[in-house]
């Protein structure tokens, strides 16, 4: 089955800093990955997805990241922290394997981020 | 276009209780999953509808329940409620069953507490 792990559960960054979080999968067959945000007590929001095409991926908000095959990896990137990015991010990988497997996503631990002025 | 709308958003229950959470998904889409998040265990799936009919089940027990209606609409039932049940239960849509290019828009989901 297609699992994520998210190095670190906490990561802090100053405003305007870079911000980068980790996210490494694993699957049997070619990845769907996406990323979601969580803000307190509200759903997950899609920031961006790769399933086929081009690896570099633009999000909303200014966020991307990058699917590389031979590192199993598909960090997420901003370049500049904004104090409204503070929430919790998580990674996730389709579970897609079949025609008739339905549909689930397995969700990595989250990164809660942390902006600091 | 109006998003995923979760009902009831916070409810509270005690043990051996059940509990029915209701999701309306985004207009249009037919695939509809609930996801249970505790600090714990973080995010995890229960089971996926498409088209009235169960194509996909996580990890649960079986007094974890659900239903699919032919509007699309979904209902999760769980009987002989436990403490740990407690939880946000998330609900999530998409226009097709495998995901591909339509990814899950999800709802803002609804807090179970259990006494």
């Known amino acids: 089955a297609q699992s994520v792990t998210q190095l670190g559960s906490h990561v802090s960054v100053s405003e305007g800093a870079l911000v980068l979080l980790r996210c490494n999968y694993s699957s049997s067959v070619p990845?769907?990955?996406?990323?979601?945000?969580?803000?307190?007590?509200?759903?997950?929001?899609?920031?961006?997805?790769?399933?086929?095409?081009?690896?570099l991926v633009k999000g909303i908000n200014g966020f991307?990241?990058?699917?590389?095959?031979?590192?199993?990896?598909?960090?997420?990137?901003k370049p500049s922290a904004h104090m409204?990015?503070?929430?919790?991010?998580f990674c996730a990988v389709s579970d897609h394997?079949?025609?008739?497997?339905?549909?689930?996503?397995?969700?990595?631990?989250?990164?809660?981020?942390?902006?600091?002025? | 276009k109006a998003g995923v709308t979760q009902t009831p958003r916070y409810l509270i229950k005690t043990r051996g209780q059940q509990v029915t959470l209701s999701c309306s998904p985004i207009s249009g889409h037919r695939s509809v999953s609930w996801y249970q998040q505790t600090p714990g265990q973080g995010l995890q799936f229960l089971f996926e509808y498409f088209s009235e009919t169960q194509r996909n089940k996580g990890n649960f027990p079986g007094r974890f329940s659900g239903r699919q209606f032919s509007n699309s609409r979904s209902e999760m039932n769980v009987s002989t409620l436990e403490l740990g049940d407690?939880?946000?239960?998330?609900?999530?849509?998409?226009?097709?069953?495998t995901g591909d290019n339509q990814p899950q828009h999800f709802g803002d989901g609804t807090r179970l507490s259990i006494l």
């Open chain 1, 31 to 55: 990845p769907y990955l996406f990323w979601y945000v969580q803000y307190p007590n509200q759903g997950l929001q899609l920031l961006l997805k790769y399933t086929t095409g081009a690896t």
């Open chain 1, 97 to 117: 394997e079949g025609s008739n497997s339905g549909y689930a996503l397995n969700f990595g631990k989250g990164t809660s981020l942390l902006v600091t002025p």
């Open chain 2, 86 to 97: 407690s939880a946000l239960y998330l609900c999530a849509s998409s226009f097709s069953p």
């Open chain 1, 64 to 77: 991307e990241a990058e699917f590389k095959k031979s590192e199993t990896s598909f960090h997420l990137t």
């Open chain 1, 84 to 89: 409204s990015d503070a929430a919790e991010y």
